[in-house]
């Protein structure tokens, strides 16, 4: 069973479209991130939320929207995309925050044309 | 200056060597540190967590200097399977974690 999973694995599509991207992690944990690698592979934390409540949003454009249905979700929703959009998103989860380890899905492979 | 600064590398090391990262970091307010692996294409997993103490783990042994604020890494008898980009990470302000461009090692046979 894939602890944390997201959907879809890669997504391409056109400046100025709005696009989702699912997270769900199956490990019981209270909280859960999204973070944007760019092609530097540089990995920067975006928003974490704890037991459905928004605790870190960093400085990220508010085209971005994470929802967090239940603890075991966490969605990011873009407006309006654009070519610096893209990247490989990574949700990740943790039984807390603070020092515990992430676990991280597979990743979201996003590509803006 | 980043927060968390490594050598992005490329190390290439051959199959049985000792190799050793370090890494600086800015904050000395930062609680805990932290090295991933992430593999090509891959999500990057915690390998350890790092003691000011040193700590061991295998072939790995990772080392905390809060004086010098550096941490490091060290692998013993590389093998083709540690090839993969290792992550130094800091936790700052107690809940987010920060992470380091990565040092991309590659062990040739």
């Known amino acids: 069973d894939t602890a944390v999973s997201q959907t879809p694995k890669y997504l391409v599509t056109q400046m100025g479209n709005d696009k989702s991207i699912k997270c769900e992690q199956n490990?019981?944990?209270?909280?859960m991130y999204w973070y944007k690698q760019d092609s530097k592979k540089f990995l920067k934390i975006m928003f974490s939320?704890?037991?459905?409540?928004?605790?870190i949003n960093e400085t990220v454009p508010n085209r971005f929207s994470p929802k967090s249905p239940d603890k075991a979700h966490l969605n990011l929703h873009i407006n309006s995309l654009e070519l610096g959009d893209s990247a490989v998103y990574f949700c990740a989860s943790s039984q807390a925050s603070g020092y515990n380890e992430q676990f991280f899905g597979p990743g979201t492979r996003l590509t803006v044309l | 200056r980043k927060e968390v600064e490594q050598d992005p590398g490329p190390f290439n090391v051959p199959e049985g060597a000792t190799v050793a990262f370090n890494c600086t970091y800015s904050n000395s307010a930062s609680q805990s540190f932290f090295w991933y692996r992430q593999d090509c294409r891959k999500e990057p997993k915690l390998l350890m967590s790092?003691?000011?103490s040193g700590n061991e783990d295998g072939r790995f042994t990772a080392q905390l200097n809060r004086a010098s604020q550096y941490i490091s890494l060290l692998i013993r008898d590389s093998k083709l399977s540690d090839s993969a980009t290792y992550l130094c990470v800091g936790l700052f302000g107690n809940e987010k974690l920060t992470f380091g461009t990565g040092t991309r090692l590659t062990i040739i046979p």
């Open positions: 939320y704890n037991n459905k409540e928004l605790i």
């Open positions: 790092v003691y000011s």
């Open positions: 490990l019981g944990h209270d909280t």
